[in-house]
């Protein structure tokens, strides 16, 4: 079959190989892939282990091809979507790619493979951030009205694809009144302004581009009468630091929950009422953090409630309750995935996933046996 590999990056290269179509685990799914899309850790990986030339692609989604000793759920033929284990072989930059049971899902039959392909990897980070980190209720639980209400909540970076799913799956717990979340506070680029306000989940949507997001906040959160005690930082990159306008507008006395997309900037000095957490969505198939950002049992809750999220996300999509993010698929499919690692590599996507259809790549059949 037909695979491609990032070979390097600056600019990024990438080269296709032949391989065997691989066989599942006894708890896996083969794929055959009709659609993948890219996500920032395809060339982030990269950048980190440079001597790695390997199969980047996480998000999957196509028919099961094969299925292992020990799967239940699925059989041969089934529109499906899923997460590929990270940083194991048989990724989704392939003609048929290995995931794990648990972080497959079936794609219901109002969702293409296309938008199907933007899903795995981005929802289940909003989710864990969320559901697993800031103890956001979940969206079926119901509250006794004497009990702690949840309050508001702001979602930095709601224009990102994970900062846009972190919204859809908050207004879903908003609906339910019994919980008592809101407002939603969500922050964006002027450019993702239209895409945020699409989702009619935030309550208000602050453009960080003005310069004065702390402030608008505040007001915010003034007028409401309402102090901040959660939030969700999806950028937290070291480059940009938003976290910086982020943990201001947390509340001053008693303890407040701030989750981050990513790991760096050990050096920052929180505050001492902060709980600051990092989300890991290798959680979504149980697999702690070598670097302790996720422990061994929290990563088992993880992988018990991303089987659950991503079968409620499945029902939600088929009911039209959430959208995938909108995608662009770019022409000649995995030929093109050095093109679109380049474009996020130089930060040029915004308010959409990049996505490739395998059929459309010039020349498979000369990697078949
Ligand atoms: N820890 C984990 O397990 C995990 C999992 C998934 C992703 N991540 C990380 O999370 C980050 C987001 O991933 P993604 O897939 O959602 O990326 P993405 O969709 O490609 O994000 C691009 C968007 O980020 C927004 N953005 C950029 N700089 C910003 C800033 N200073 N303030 C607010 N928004 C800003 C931009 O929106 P505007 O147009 O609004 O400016 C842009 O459209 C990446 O760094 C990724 O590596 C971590």
Redesign the pocket.
């Given at each position: 079959m037909y695979e491609i590999c990032v070979q390097s990056l600056r600019p990024v290269k990438t080269v296709a190989i032949k391989s065997p179509i691989p066989t599942p685990g006894p708890n896996q799914v083969c794929i055959k892939v009709i659609a993948t899309s890219s996500?920032?850790?395809d060339w982030?990986v990269p950048a980190i282990f440079p001597e790695r030339c390997a199969n980047e692609g996480d998000d999957i989604a196509g028919v099961v091809h094969a299925v292992g000793a020990e799967v239940q759920e699925f059989r041969l033929g089934d529109r499906v979507a899923g997460f590929h284990r990270m940083l194991e072989p048989h990724g989704s930059y392939a003609e048929y790619a290995i995931e794990p049971e648990v972080s497959t899902f079936h794609l219901p039959p109002n969702i293409s493979f296309e938008a199907g392909s933007t899903i795995p990897?981005?929802a289940m980070?909003a989710a864990i951030a969320l559901f697993q980190h800031l103890m956001l209720p979940l969206p079926w639980q119901t509250l006794h009205e004497s009990m702690p209400k949840y309050g508001a909540l702001l979602i930095?970076?709601?224009?990102?694809?994970?900062?846009a799913w972190a919204l859809k799956l908050a207004k879903l717990v908003k609906e339910n009144k019994s919980l008592g979340v809101g407002p939603i506070i969500a922050?964006?680029?002027t450019?993702?302004l239209e895409l945020v306000e699409s989702f009619k989940a935030a309550d208000y949507i602050v453009d960080?581009k003005q310069g004065t997001v702390v402030a608008d906040v505040r007001k915010i959160l003034e007028k409401e009468g309402k102090e901040l005690r959660h939030a969700f930082d999806?950028?937290s990159?070291s480059d940009?630091k938003?976290w910086e306008n982020v943990f201001p507008c947390l509340a001053k006395k008693g303890t407040v929950w701030m989750n981050m997309?990513?790991?760096s900037e050990e050096s920052v000095v929180w505050p001492s009422n902060m709980v600051v957490s990092?989300?890991?969505?290798?959680g979504a198939y149980g697999e702690h953090d070598p670097d302790g950002y996720r422990n061994r049992e929290d990563a088992i809750l993880d992988g018990e409630f991303s089987y659950c999220m991503y079968r409620y996300i499945a029902r939600q999509l088929k009911q039209g309750r959430v959208t995938p993010h909108p995608y662009v698929v770019l022409e000649k499919g995995l030929e093109s995935v050095a093109k679109g690692l380049q474009l996020?590599y130089d930060?040029k996507?915004?308010?959409k996933?990049l996505v490739y259809r395998v059929a459309d790549t010039p020349h498979l059949e000369e990697y078949h046996v």
């Open positions: 996500n920032p850790k982030q990897l981005t980070t930095y970076g709601a224009g990102s694809a994970v900062g922050v964006a680029g450019s993702s960080y999806a950028i990159h940009t938003t997309t990513d790991p990092r989300v890991y969505v290798s996020l930060g996507v915004h308010g996933k």
